[in-house]
């Protein structure tokens, strides 16, 4: 049995619901998300790769990390929003001062907030997954 056989078996042993999930991650990864999922993707996967830190200037560099955040403002919790915004202040501090043990706490603080809650953020991604047709 080759690679691609076992590829293609352990493929098979997935539910419909782990594939749609992969099917929207490879949707994501294409651009072809509908917002506000896009951002909400975006934002997970960011956070999950290196922090609020790294979010923020990958989206600085490549979108409107403004509407960004205006858009997940409006789906995610209060207390997710209030922590993207404590988050997003201490970034811009560390950008005017590198050296600010203070907002690089905050920082990591928000990090922690963020995957003590991420499980919302999982669930709405996995009801939009299961809308996707395979």
């Not at 923020?56 to 858009?71: A, P, R, T």
């Not at 970034?91 to 600010?100: A, F, R, V």
Request: net charge negative; aromatic share 10%; with cysteine.
């Amino acid at each position: 049995m080759g690679l691609f056989d076992i590829f293609k078996r352990k493929k098979a042993d997935l539910t419909v619901e782990q594939l749609k999930w992969n099917k929207m991650w490879e949707l994501w990864a294409q651009e072809e998300v509908v917002s506000p999922y896009l951002e909400l993707m975006t934002y997970q996967s960011e956070v999950n790769n290196g922090g609020h830190g790294q979010y923020f200037c990958n989206v600085e560099n490549i979108g409107d990390l403004k509407k960004e955040m205006s858009v997940l403002s409006s789906v995610l919790s209060d207390k997710l929003v209030e922590n993207l915004i404590r988050a997003y202040e201490a970034h811009l501090i560390l950008d005017n001062n590198e050296d600010d043990e203070k907002a690089e706490e905050v920082l990591e603080n928000c990090d922690s907030v963020f995957f003590e809650n991420e499980e919302e953020i999982n669930c709405k991604l996995e009801a939009y997954a299961n809308t996707i047709q395979l």
